[in-house]
């Protein structure tokens, strides 16, 4: 990990935290494991059926999509809350689902996130928000939208209040996302703002729908340009009917912030007896903008939770959604590309480390490019010749080469004490380094199968020193459709000789 100034180098996060408030950067990002955030929102399921399309149906002239695989991400509320967990906050969580699988599985999503969901609530006669994208080659073919706009009961009105009630003392800021799904209804909203208020904590609300007057008592609202028309009824075709709108949503509901984001030109923040604050995008490639608003919120959130002016909270979050949005699906953006894009010229390959809960984003993106996916594994401890020929020639064999190393305390299981030589934080940052590794995370032992599970490998790869039926997930890669190689290494060299030898010498 290098960063571009003189004769510096920094071999960790932590210093090259330090770099960035040498260079005037005036936050540190770190203060966001601190923080505890409640989301209150519409929940979703997001569904991706991946499959080719061969021939068109003799029964109507309509695509004939053969399904290879399907997965499913947190939409909605949950995605605000997957991007909150994927910067370090802690996370209360309160909305609505139904009493089906697609509820339990999305419940299950939140829970394996570490995510307090007591007060998420099933309805048994609502069905869970869903949205399923049909995907062939690199674009979507159709969406179906599974959903209801009734407004919840009173019954679950009233457990979400006392779920509120319980836990808002612990929050330090409060996020309210509206997708118009029957949950954020004006008696929630009196009820929660007056319960915000009391407590003297923050609401940031992402609104929805013409009628903002519902969101008086929020500290900020953040619609985009084509909400806050219109919420307004002006017409924004330039900035001067952006400001008047901007003006008008101010002075009509009782908000004391307005933060409206305008794609690809950027964000307009507006506050009282002041003038507006913009904030010019950076230009990215766009994949899919597709949760960017969610990604908004949370890091908008999280950096005003953290200390920040609601100024400098807004160009981070402004950051954080040209992350996203170079990404395909509802993704997230990590702690190290989110340092690394609001560090002036530190550069330690964020981009190559993925987190375990961003992986499944980054394979979408990849197969809805048709690019050959390559996995290996290991500890990577002490990397040596043989591991360096393993990875060569592993990517080789395809596009993309994901490298999944164990963590420390695997590690340390599986090869006994003292081991680790290496941190994982340090053999992260050395394989990140190779021009052969396109991505790296990292795992426990008990999670390869769930890798291999979200990755699908069209390769696993192993030394020529594994025996092929012992290769451990083996038998599911190729359930998967994939095949196990291995690679011939010529060297009899492991970290485990060179140590042993190292001993020796002492």
Request: some cysteine; charged content about 25%; proline content about 3%.
């Amino acid at each position: 990990m290098k960063c571009s100034i003189p004769e510096l180098e920094v071999a960790n996060k932590s210093l090259c935290v330090s770099v960035a408030k040498k260079l005037n950067m005036d936050f540190d990002i770190s203060k966001f494991e601190k923080c505890n955030l409640l989301v209150v929102g519409d929940l979703m399921l997001d569904e991706y059926l991946w499959g080719d399309v061969d021939r068109i149906s003799p029964e109507a002239p309509v695509q004939v999509v053969s399904v290879k695989e399907e997965n499913y991400t947190l939409g909605g509320s949950g995605n605000v809350a997957n991007n909150l967990i994927a910067l370090g906050a802690k996370v209360s969580l309160a909305g609505v689902i139904g009493s089906d699988r697609y509820g339990h599985l999305l419940l299950g999503k939140l829970n394996e996130l570490g995510i307090n969901t007591e007060g998420v609530v099933e309805e048994p006669e609502r069905p869970t928000t869903r949205k399923t994208r049909i995907i062939s080659g690199n674009q979507q073919v159709l969406r179906i939208d599974r959903e209801t706009k009734k407004d919840i009961s009173q019954q679950t009105l009233d457990v979400i209040l006392n779920y509120i009630k319980r836990v808002i003392p612990a929050v330090d800021l409060v996020l309210i996302s509206d997708y118009g799904k029957g949950l954020i209804t004006a008696a929630l909203l009196n009820s929660l703002t007056a319960i915000v208020k009391k407590h003297k904590k923050i609401s940031i609300a992402d609104p929805k729908g013409r009628d903002f007057l519902k969101y008086s008592d929020v500290s900020l609202l953040t619609p985009n340009k084509k909400e806050t028309s219109l919420a307004s009824g002006i017409e924004i075709v330039d900035e001067s009917t952006l400001i008047k709108a901007g003006n008008w949503i101010l002075e009509t509901v009782k908000t004391e912030k307005l933060l409206i984001t305008c794609g690809k030109d950027g964000m307009v923040l507006f506050e009282r007896n002041k003038k507006p604050y913009y904030i010019t995008a950076q230009t990215r490639q766009v994949f899919d903008v597709s949760g960017a608003g969610d990604t908004v919120i949370a890091v908008l959130g999280l950096a005003v939770a953290s200390g920040a002016s609601f100024a400098k909270a807004a160009s981070i979050a402004n950051t954080a959604a040209g992350i996203v949005v170079s990404k395909v699906g509802t993704s997230t953006v990590s702690k190290n590309e989110l340092l690394s894009a609001l560090t002036p010229g530190c550069d330690y390959a964020s981009t190559k480390h993925i987190s375990f809960s961003e992986l499944p984003a980054v394979v979408q993106k990849l197969k809805a490019d048709n690019k050959k996916i390559i996995l290996t594994n290991g500890c990577f401890d002490l990397l040596h010749s043989g591991h360096v020929m393993l990875l060569s020639a592993s990517k080789k064999l395809g596009d993309v080469l994901v490298v999944a190393i164990d963590d420390d305390e695997s590690v340390s299981s599986l090869k006994g004490p003292g081991r680790p030589i290496i941190s994982e934080k340090e053999r992260i940052s050395i394989l990140c380094a190779l021009d052969s590794v396109d991505y790296v995370v990292v795992f426990s032992s008990k999670q390869l199968n769930k890798i291999i599970e979200i990755i699908r490998p069209a390769v696993l790869t192993k030394g020529s020193n594994y025996i092929f039926e012992d290769v451990i997930g083996r038998e599911l890669v190729e359930r998967c459709g994939g095949r196990i190689m291995l690679i011939p290494i010529t060297n009899n060299i492991s970290s485990s000789s060179i140590i042993n030898d190292i001993k020796g010498n002492i």
